[in-house]
């Protein structure tokens, strides 16, 4: 488990840096937007182009990130009701489902559409369509291993008598 607790570490803080990067930068290019737009006249599509590819990214960086920290809106009032074998094999139910969706749509899909754009150039960067889709599978990976992170973790607190987050296994957590 310290294994899967660093490489989850280092996950957290890979997207953690590439999520408040890509915020900053997309912010400094909103303002030159506005700046060019109402101040000289001249509107930057250049600026605008790449805004919206910053905001995409940062959506999958983002949840790819609240994912793996389990911050992501979920409705336990029915599930923590359940005793603990149930409420472990809900979990891992879960965590399995989301894992081939990921796989499928997000991995394989993903892979192939962005690969299907390596031709497709976009009009105002002049840089192939796949730089964009190229987050989806990126994220995807990323979100399948907290996927098995989950899993095995909520295995681990199952057999320690806790719920996820050291929360005891009797009652609501």
Request: proline share 3%.
């Amino acid at each position: 488990m310290k294994v899967l607790d660093s490489v989850k570490k280092i996950f957290d803080t890979i997207l953690a840096v590439l999520g408040t990067i890509t915020l900053g930068i997309m912010s400094v290019l909103v303002v030159y937007q506005v700046v060019t737009r109402y101040v000289f006249n001249a509107p930057s599509a250049f600026s605008e182009a790449l805004a919206q590819y910053l905001f995409v990214w940062m959506i999958m960086f983002g949840s790819a990130y609240v994912y793996g920290s389990q911050e992501h809106l979920t409705i336990d009032l029915l599930k923590d009701k359940f005793p603990p074998g149930l409420n472990l094999l809900v979990e891992i139910v879960t965590n399995l489902c989301l894992f081939a969706f990921i796989l499928f749509v997000c991995v394989v899909g993903g892979w192939k559409y962005t690969t299907s754009q390596m031709k497709r150039i976009d009009a105002s960067l002049h840089i192939p369509m796949s730089y964009l889709y190229i987050s989806v599978p990126f994220t995807g990976v990323i979100t399948m291993f907290y996927s098995i992170y989950n899993m095995v973790r909520s295995v681990r607190n199952y057999k320690a008598g806790k719920r996820k987050n050291g929360d005891p296994l009797g009652g609501t957590a």
